[in-house]
C-alpha cells in the first residue's frame, strides 16, 4: 500500500491497523505504542478507558533494560536517565528551575489511577548482542523468550527490551512503534510478568516512530521537524515510545486494567492520547511545546540533572481529558 494514500485516508489508515493486529501469530492481548500522528487522526470518541478491575503494578516497580544491539554509551545514558527520573523527587537545575515539568510530574498522573500508582526503579541493563553478531531480525516471540530467559520476573518487575536502529523487527512500523505484554514464568508457570518492547525507529520509520522530530510520510510541506532535546532523533523517538509504553503497562499490564475498545488492540494511557505533547494540539501538530535557547530543541519535561524529554499526554481519569505537561 503505497504511504501516502494511507497517510491520507485515516478511515483507510484504521481498517489496515485493525487487520495488521488480527492476522494469524499476532501477539494477542499485547498492546502497541503505535505510530502518534497517525492515531492522532483517527482519535477515538469520547475517550474514556474503563477500568476492568484486573491487577495493576503499584507500589515500587524495577524497570530492567535489555538492550538488542548496540547502543552508544551516550544513548544508553539517555534511556537510563529517563527511568531514573519518573520517581525521582522535584530537585530543580538550576538551568531550568522554575521553568519546565520533571519528568517524576508526568509520571504522576499514573497514581490516579486505581491503586495508587507505581514507583519506579531503574534494575538490571544488559547488553544482549553487539552488531557483529548475525541475528539482526526478530518476532514478537523472541521478545517473550528475552524476557523470561533473563529471570526478572519478581514483585512486578518490568522487563523493557530495546532494539537498536539497524535491528529489523517485524511489524515494526507497519502498525506499531513498540508493544507491551505479559506471560509466566517460574515452577508450573505460575509467575506471570510484564515485559515491553520498544525500537529505535531512525533507520526505518522515523517519519512514523520519532515524529514529531522527523517529516511524517508525505509531509512536503508545512513547518520543519522539532529539534530532538537529546540531539538523537531516534533515540528520542524511542523514548516517545518508551514512556508511553511504561504507562501503558502498569495501568494495564495483565490486559484486564484500564483501557478503551477491544482487549486484543485496546487504547491505554498514553495511546487514548497519542500525537498530543502540548496544550493546543491538533493533527500534525504536538502543541505547545519549550524550546531549548541554545538548541533550539523542543521539551516539555526535565529529568535528572536537566536532561531534557518530550513525552506524551496521559489519560487523567479524574477528568477523562488527556493531561499534558503545557
Known amino acids: 500500500m503505497d504511504e501516502r494514500k494511507r497517510s491520507s485516508s485515516p478511515l483507510l489508515f484504521l481498517v489496515l491497523l485493525f487487520a495488521v493486529l488480527h492476522l494469524p501469530g499476532a501477539p494477542r492481548c499485547a498492546t502497541a505504542a503505535s505510530n502518534p500522528r497517525m492515531l492522532f487522526l483517527v482519535k477515538p470518541d469520547p475517550i474514556v478507558l474503563r477500568d476492568h478491575g484486573g491487577e495493576l503494578l503499584t507500589g515500587n516497580v524495577t524497570v530492567n ?75 514478537p516471540e523472541n521478545f517473550t523468550a528475552m524476557a523470561r530467559r533473563a529471570g526478572h520476573h519478581r514483585g512486578g518487575a518490568i522487563t523493557a527490551v530495546l532494539t537498536a536502529a539497524n535491528v529489523r523487527v517485524s511489524s515494526f512500523c507497519a502498525s506499531r512503534c513498540g508493544v507491551h505484554d505479559h506471560a509466566k514464568a517460574g515452577a508450573h508457570g505460575k509467575t506471570r510478568f510484564a515485559f515491553l ?62 483501557y478503551q475498545g477491544e482487549r486484543e488492540a485496546p487504547l491505554e494511557a498514553a495511546t487514548a492520547c497519542a500525537g498530543i505533547f502540548g496544550s493546543g494540539a491538533y493533527p500534525g ?21 536537566g536532561r531534557k524529554y518530550l513525552l506524551p499526554a496521559l489519560w487523567d481519569p479524574t477528568t477523562s481529558q488527556c493531561r499534558t505537561l503545557g
Open 65 to 139: 533494560i535489555l538492550y538488542y544491539g548496540r547502543f552508544a554509551p551516550a544513548q544508553r545514558a539517555i534511556v537510563a536517565d529517563f527511568v531514573r527520573s519518573l520517581s525521582a523527587a522535584d530537585v530543580p537545575h538550576p538551568r531550568v528551575a522554575n521553568v519546565a515539568p520533571s519528568v517524576a510530574s508526568w509520571w504522576r498522573a499514573t497514581s490516579l489511577y486505581r491503586g495508587g500508582g507505581a514507583r519506579i526503579r531503574l534494575g538490571r541493563q544488559q547488553q544482549l548482542m553487539t552488531l557483529d553478531e548475525k541475528q539482526r531480525s526478530l518476532s
Open 285 to 305: 501538530y504536538p502543541g505547545k511545546l519549550l524550546k531549548d535557547r541554545a538548541t533550539g530543541a523542543s521539551y516539555n519535561a526535565v529529568g535528572l540533572g
Open 197 to 258: 518492547w520498544a525500537g529505535n525507529p531512525a533507520q526505518q520509520c522515523p517519519g512514523q516512530c520519532a515524529w514529531p522530530f522527523h517529516r511524517a510520510p508525505a509531509q512536503t510541506a508545512g513547518a520543519p521537524p522539532l529539534v530532538p532535546p537529546n540531539g538523537d532523533v531516534g533515540v528520542d523517538g524511542l523514548v516517545i515510545s518508551l514512556a508511553a509504553l511504561l504507562a501503558g503497562t502498569v495501568t494495564n499490564p495483565y490486559g484486564d486494567g484500564y
